[in-house]
């Protein structure tokens, strides 16, 4: 069992409409929005993966949906790097904490409990984990969750209440291993497999404008080392969408069925005489 503290965000949901998507195993739905035209975007599945199309230059939230009764700790990487702490990523790393049935938006690279720097889609080059020398990981946003440990329940009707079992203080990672990690991690990539890395992938995700967003510290104790569920989304470019044929060439095509609600309200007749 591991104890540690976690961030909690709490973000009121953005109203969207998109296609049926597929099943996804585990607690946690996870889902992209454009925050610049407020749709979430269309999923495309592709050789086993999930691929959304970004537009350079708009702003973007990562959208976690808990779906169960119990409370999870949700491990956000997005480009390879964690959301909260900015280290290369992993699942045993500091996550936010979700409530039962609660759903919130990330819009950005957590900088205190009061800001983060926004989530924007930029070219593969800008992307904040390509200008922290570490572009290999670009053009994927992945979630781990964790199931919270169930404390024990005692029946002390026929016996005294047995004393309670002295829990290990939180454990923090080492100063100088901490300090270490740092370093690797903006270390320079090799200029090779940067120049790799930036010929496939053409949209990456920038260290945008701060702005406001609220949180907290709260303990969680994890039920388990290994996450209950790991989901990712691939994205990329509209343009490159369609050279890789997960796209159809002249996308998005134009619906010409009849709907019930084309528009929002009913506009004034023509004037009398015209």
Request: aromatic share 8%; hydrophobic share 35%; proline share 10%.
């Amino acid at each position: 069992m591991y104890r540690f503290l976690a961030s909690v965000l709490s973000v009121v949901a953005l109203c969207g409409f998109s296609p049926v998507r597929p099943a996804e195993e585990g607690p946690v739905l996870l889902s992209v929005i454009d925050r610049d035209d407020g749709q979430e975007l269309d999923l495309h599945p592709h050789r086993g993966q999930q691929w959304v199309a970004g537009s350079p230059g708009h702003r973007y939230s990562v959208r976690m949906q808990n779906r169960s009764g119990e409370r999870v700790l949700v491990v956000l990487s997005v480009d390879g790097v964690n959301a909260i702490t900015g280290q290369t990523a992993s699942p045993s790393q500091s996550g936010y904490v979700l409530e039962p049935w609660q759903s919130s938006e990330i819009t950005g690279w957590r900088k205190s409990n009061a800001e983060v720097a926004q989530f924007v889609f930029t070219a593969s080059s800008d992307s904040y984990a390509s200008r922290t020398g570490r572009p290999a990981n670009v053009g994927v946003i992945g979630i781990a969750v964790f199931n919270e440990a169930r404390r024990p329940v005692y029946d002390v009707r026929p016996l005294p209440m047995p004393r309670p079992t002295p829990r290990p203080m939180p454990q923090y990672e080492d100063r100088a291993e901490a300090s270490a990690n740092a370093r690797a991690a903006e270390a320079p990539a090799p200029p090779r497999a940067m120049a790799r890395s930036e010929s496939r992938q053409r949209l990456g995700t920038g260290h945008g404008e701060r702005e406001w967003s609220s949180s907290s510290l709260t303990s969680f104790e994890r039920a388990s080392r290994t996450p209950v569920q790991v989901s990712e989304l691939r994205y990329d470019s509209r343009q490159r969408l369609v050279a890789m044929g997960i796209l159809p060439r002249g996308y998005p095509r134009v619906d010409n069925t009849p709907q019930a609600f084309p528009s929002g309200f009913v506009p004034d007749p023509p004037a009398r005489g015209r």
